[in-house]
């Protein structure tokens, strides 16, 4: 919903205010969380700006299908999105390009309250479950369901709007699709803390693909490749930064969401730098790093669990020149 949207006006780091900057806009996939500080650590710390970049606006998302769009059709320069979102979407044609992995494996799972008795996808069948009808989180139901012979006619499905976890809190659903670095430390947080929720994480069950990424329009890398390798430059140092100083980036990220809650959202950050930062490949060739290989298997899953019908060559979802 428009009103769930918060625009962010960042103004430039003084020391480069001299020179005109190239200016670009960033939209975020969701609502708040921890992992959404590396923008806004880029922009305060001066990355963006010894770049020649202003950072004139961030906003927040509604979803992830919704930022696919709106980057590929030129609305919003720069974005963050499920990588499985975004593959689906090149399949049905809009002209997106990964150009930083933040998440080297999704942090995606079902979640309940404690007691519930789901401990299993299957454990579904006979409950409510509470769907939001496009994003992400609707792409990991269908292929999660698929993969473990669910029959989601034994389902009982409710459309949910944002925030979607609300609906389990006040009980209106069994389950909803959460994220462990962010659904989880805000329903964790209103139950009573740790070991209120019962957690099915999707990597053990089939869901073994990319998670979120930094991604751009195929005509901005065409017709403004040095933006483009300027600013993954400035990102790539921010995520850095955030990795090595979480503490700030999460009062750095406050500043510009003052609505949030800090323990939260510092909860959610530290279960990213625990879960999914990391990988082999970022150990090999640093943070942000992609593969084919990577992708190959994240749209296996995809293509397996008939969540796309087409497969998009690998080479043409992702790049790394941007990070070299």
């Not at 004139?56 to 030129?74: H, P, R």
């Not at 989601?152 to 409710?158: A, F, G, P, Q, T």
């Not at 389950?175 to 329903?187: F, H, I, M, P, W």
């Not at 195929?218 to 995520?239: G, H, N, P, Q, T």
Request: hydrophobic content about 40%; glycine content about 8%.
């Amino acid at each position: 919903a428009a009103s769930a949207l918060l625009a962010v006006a960042i103004l430039a780091a003084p020391l480069a205010a001299q020179q005109a900057k190239d200016k670009v806009t960033f939209r975020q996939c969701w609502l708040p969380r921890g992992d959404y500080a590396p923008i806004f650590v880029a922009v305060d710390k001066g990355f963006m700006a010894q770049e020649g970049i202003e950072v004139a606006k961030v906003l927040n998302g509604d979803g992830s299908a919704n930022t696919v769009k709106l980057v590929g059709a030129g609305q919003f320069d720069f974005g963050c999105a499920d990588g499985p979102t975004m593959a689906v979407g090149k399949s049905k044609g809009i002209p997106v390009t990964s150009l930083f992995m933040r998440h080297q494996n999704s942090p995606m799972a079902l979640v309940s309250l404690k007691g519930s008795g789901i401990k299993h996808p299957k454990d579904l069948e006979g409950k409510t479950f509470g769907i939001f009808p496009a994003g992400s989180t609707h792409v990991f139901y269908q292929a999660v369901t698929k993969a473990n012979n669910v029959d989601r006619k034994k389902i009982r499905e409710v459309t949910v709007g944002v925030p979607y976890e609300q609906y389990l809190v006040q009980k209106r659903v069994d389950a909803v699709v959460g994220y462990v670095n962010a659904e989880v430390q805000e329903l964790e947080n209103k139950l009573g803390g740790e070991g209120t929720l019962e957690i099915v994480p999707g990597d053990k069950y089939g869901y073994e693909v990319y998670g979120t990424v930094m991604f751009t329009s195929d005509k901005l890398i065409k017709e403004k490749a040095d933006l483009v390798r300027r600013f993954s430059r400035a990102y790539k140092r921010a995520v850095e930064y955030t990795a090595k100083n979480p503490e700030e980036a999460i009062d750095i990220l406050m500043k510009h969401n003052p609505q949030a809650n800090r323990q939260v959202m510092l909860k959610q950050l530290r279960a990213d730098l625990k879960y999914t930062f990391f990988s082999k490949d970022t150990e090999k060739s640093g943070l942000g790093w992609q593969t084919e290989e990577g992708w190959r298997r994240t749209q296996d899953v995809l293509l397996q669990y008939g969540v796309t019908t087409e497969r998009v060559p690998e080479r043409q979802l992702f790049t790394n020149e941007f990070l070299k």
